[in-house]
């Protein structure tokens, strides 16, 4: 896999001169430059016979590529979008996630074989790994709810199950005509559907295009009878799919998706995944013999056959890959495609939580908030004072991740991850969370996820990644033989210690109970960088062994035997390096079994997660991370890179210059309350 993930241009052993002659191919930076990685140099001129021509499927502009082809004696490449593509179709100007670069036809032309067929026909597929991750892949598709487009609403009611799904698509597209198709076969579809099923509720689903506006279906309000329904609301395919009957398509890559599915789709076209004994087959094609498993289909198709970009590291990859990037992407997109209301947010939030979020609206009190009709964001600390709940839209209390930063918040950093949780919030036990609710679903997550989550917990230790990351420097002491306990210090009026920590909510309390339960050990106290910098409540007065001031919270960890806290996220960053942990408060990662527990944890907490399933809910499930080089929602795998590398665009000036004045005002606070 990595050998993919690392090829680069200048890493690719044999490159072709490509000669276009349309447009697109000099507009649109994503597909020059995908095809530039996978060893093609896009030019314009005389292609010479050892050149190749570059045409966009059997588009409109084709036949320049075509003509010029037959003229120089040139071969012709056929590019089009791969299967799983964006959020929105391509008239939207989304780039694609992938390409499908082909030099006998285009995937979806029957007349011969293209390089797709011939590897579903030769392939042996007798890899089980390949297989394997084939499964996984499907699998998280299918849960994801991840098409070629993604534009889905999963809030939508999907139609009560049995009916028959019969698949629009749009007109005069070119996967019909040269799939052997024309709009008479999208009549005898809907004849077929109803003759094989009498009776039944027939749902036509409209392709997203016809949706946009951008261009007709097959099918209308005219063609409809009183059990048929013309849907166009953006459902997940794969909720239509699990109440359908059956699946009717003529050549729709949803047939593909229907096969996926566990659908053996009625097929009148002569589309890619037709004649391998996965269809049943109105025009089946003598030369596609082989019978090939849902598994080996996906492999080929899906794993094989495209080009895949990862757009954060600029590079080729592999389809979990895209898989994790659609993931971040469409949970974005289906959390904030209503936009909000932000109420009780500081003013230098505002930019940052609208690159986060979208549309944002900064409203001061939730009735005009109420008056929007969005859903509603607001800082957790703030919700008590500011949301007393006068309104029936959502609410999303928002926090920093546990990735955050490489600085503090309190100078003005702009976060790389926030938690939004219409629960409760993942600091206060007293009630559940999204981050509860995630734990307890952690224990049936599938192997795949698992490993990821391993994978990257390996990863942020070997970056030795806090959620800060301050650069400041490791610390020297003498433990003279002793066990090393490092004693955690917090902000005292912090909200996460008032509500996980109310019968010890000082850090002289924490260390007298430590030294206390553990007389013999070396204590180890590591102030807050808040309180280190004079801008919150903490301090201590109890005496300690050595005071690390100033110091890399994760090289402190290195030198420790335990982690003793109220309720500091460095507990959950020495679970994550397998470091035992006794909690006096009660944090999120609290009373999984996972840490030693002084005061008693909600019984709700009966879960027995795996250290693999906790990080999962903490580090992929819950937060929601942005890449500030990119602009866009991203996997946690890039933030961690970006945090690793410190490869982060620096705070503008606008931003130190209001950093310092709060700093400022904060140190002169006490002096006005005299």
């Not at 534009?151 to 996967?175: E, H, K, N, S, W």
């Not at 999303?396 to 546990?402: I, L, N």
């Not at 433990?479 to 955690?488: F, Y």
Request: charged share 25%; proline share 8%; with cysteine.
């Amino acid at each position: 896999m990595d050998d993919v993930q690392n090829k680069t241009a200048s890493g690719t052993s044999h490159r072709s001169r490509l000669f276009y002659f349309n447009g697109g191919f000099f507009t649109q930076s994503r597909v020059r430059r995908i095809l530039d990685l996978a060893g093609y140099d896009l030019t314009l001129g005389k292609p010479g016979a050892d050149d190749l021509v570059a045409v966009w499927g059997k588009s409109p502009t084709s036949g320049r590529g075509e003509a010029v082809s037959g003229a120089t004696g040139s071969p012709l490449l056929y590019v089009e979008d791969a299967f799983l593509r964006s959020i929105k179709p391509g008239r939207s100007g989304e780039p694609p996630l992938g390409l499908t670069i082909d030099r006998l036809r285009p995937y979806f032309d029957s007349a011969g074989p293209s390089d797709l067929e011939l590897l579903l026909k030769e392939t042996p597929f007798d890899d089980a790994a390949l297989l394997s991750r084939a499964r996984d892949a499907m699998a998280r598709m299918r849960a994801l709810h991840l098409s070629k487009y993604n534009d889905f609403d999963l809030t939508l009611p999907a139609p009560d199950p049995g009916y028959v799904l019969v698949i629009d698509q749009t007109r005069d597209d070119a996967a019909i005509e040269h799939g052997n198709a024309s709009v008479a076969h999208f009549r005898e579809m809907l004849v077929y559907a109803q003759q094989d099923f009498p009776g039944a509720r027939i749902i036509i689903k409209s392709h997203p295009e016809t949706n946009d506006g951008h261009r007709s279906g097959h099918f209308g309000p005219e063609h409809l009878t009183d059990r048929m329904t013309l849907l166009t609301d953006p459902i997940s395919p794969y909720e239509l799919m699990d109440g359908a009957l059956a699946v009717y398509t003529v050549s729709s890559t949803l047939g593909f998706e229907a096969i996926l599915a566990g659908h053996k789709p009625n097929v009148f076209g002569q589309p890619f995944y037709a004649g391998w004994g996965l269809t049943e087959d109105h025009q089946p094609i003598d030369r596609r013999q082989r019978r090939l498993t849902r598994a080996q289909l996906f492999a080929g198709v899906m794993m094989l056959y495209p080009k895949w970009y990862d757009p954060y590291h600029d590079r080729l990859c592999e389809l979990e890959t895209v898989l994790d990037t659609l993931e971040a992407m469409t949970r974005a997109r289906r959390q904030d495609r209503h936009g909000y209301s932000a109420v009780g947010m500081s003013a230098w939030k505002a930019p940052h939580l609208s690159r986060f979020f979208g549309e944002v609206t900064f409203v001061s009190t939730e009735q005009e908030a109420s008056r929007a009709g969005k859903p509603i964001l607001s800082w957790a600390g703030k919700i008590s004072e500011l949301l007393p709940r006068q309104s029936t839209a959502p609410l999303y209390r928002v926090e920093d991740g546990f990735l955050r930063s490489r600085g503090l918040g309190a100078d003005l950093i702009p976060p790389l991850s926030l938690v939004t949780d219409q629960t409760g919030i993942y600091y206060n036990p007293r009630t559940a969370s999204d981050l509860e609710l995630l734990i307890k679903a952690s224990i049936d997550l599938p192997q795949d996820a698992l490993d990821r989550a391993e994978r990257l917990r390996r990863e942020v230790i070997k970056a030795g990644l806090s959620k800060y990351n301050l650069d400041v420097p490791a610390v020297e002491f003498d433990a003279g033989g002793r066990d090393v306990i490092l004693v955690v210090g917090q902000v005292e009026d912090d909200a996460s210690v008032i509500a996980g920590a109310p019968d010890m909510p000082s850090n002289d309390m924490l260390i007298e109970a430590v030294r206390r339960d553990f007389p013999e050990s070396f204590l180890v106290y590591k102030p807050h960088p808040d309180v280190e910098a004079g801008l919150r409540a903490g301090g201590i007065s109890s005496e300690v062994d050595f005071v690390a001031n100033r110091a890399d919270p994760i090289a402190v960890l290195g030198r420790c035997d335990r982690v003793a806290t109220l309720t500091s996220l460095l507990g959950l960053e020495a679970l994550l390096r397998e470091i035992p942990v006794t909690c006096y408060g009660v944090p999120f990662y609290a009373g999984w079994g996972l840490t030693e527990d002084r005061c008693p944890t909600p019984p709700r907490r009966h879960a027995e997660p795996t250290l693999a399933q906790l990080v999962h809910a903490c580090l992929i499930g819950y937060p929601r991370y942005f890449d500030p080089k990119t602009g866009q929602p991203c996997p946690p795998e890039v933030v961690v890179h970006r945090l690793a590398t410190a490869d982060i665009p620096k705070p503008s000036t606008g931003n130190r210059v209001l950093a310092k004045l709060q700093h400022r005002l904060r140190a002169l606070a006490p002096l006005w309350r005299r």
